[in-house]
C-alpha cells in the first residue's frame, strides 16, 4: 500500500488550497478514505472522511462548512478542498486507508 500526499504550502488566512492524495497497491475503488492531520505538539486529529462510492461524507466540526473532500476513483486519487482558511488549520495533513498512512504535506497558514 502506499499513499502520497502533494499539494501542501503557504496560504494567507482566508485563502484556499486544494491537497491530494494517490493511492496504489489496495483496491482503491472500493475502500474508504480519509483525511487527518497534526499539528506541532498535538495529537493526530480525524480531518474528514468518504466512502468508497462518495456516497457517505464525514467532517470534523472544525472544518465542517469550511472543507470538502472528493475522490476520483478512475485516477484512484483523493482530494481536500480547503476554503476560508484559518492559522489554527496549520498542521501536516495525512491520507489514511484502513491501518495505512501517506507521508503527509505540509499546510501552514499565516499572514
Known amino acids: 500500500v502506499q499513499l502520497v500526499e502533494s499539494g501542501g504550502g503557504l496560504v494567507r488566512p482566508g485563502g484556499s488550497l486544494r491537497v491530494s492524495c494517490v493511492g496504489s497497491g489496495f483496491p482503491f475503488h472500493s475502500s474508504d478514505m480519509n483525511w487527518f492531520r497534526q499539528a506541532p505538539g498535538q495529537e493526530r486529529e480525524f480531518v474528514a472522511g468518504?466512502?468508497?462510492?462518495?456516497?457517505?461524507?464525514t467532517y470534523s466540526d472544525s472544518v465542517k462548512g469550511r472543507f470538502t473532500i472528493s475522490r476520483d476513483n478512475a485516477k484512484k486519487e483523493v482530494y481536500l478542498q480547503m476554503d476560508s482558511l484559518k492559522p489554527e488549520d496549520t498542521a501536516v495533513y495525512y491520507c489514511n486507508v484502513v491501518k495505512f498512512w501517506g507521508r503527509g504535506t505540509q499546510v501552514t497558514v499565516s499572514s
Open positions: 468518504i466512502s468508497w462510492n462518495a456516497n457517505r461524507k
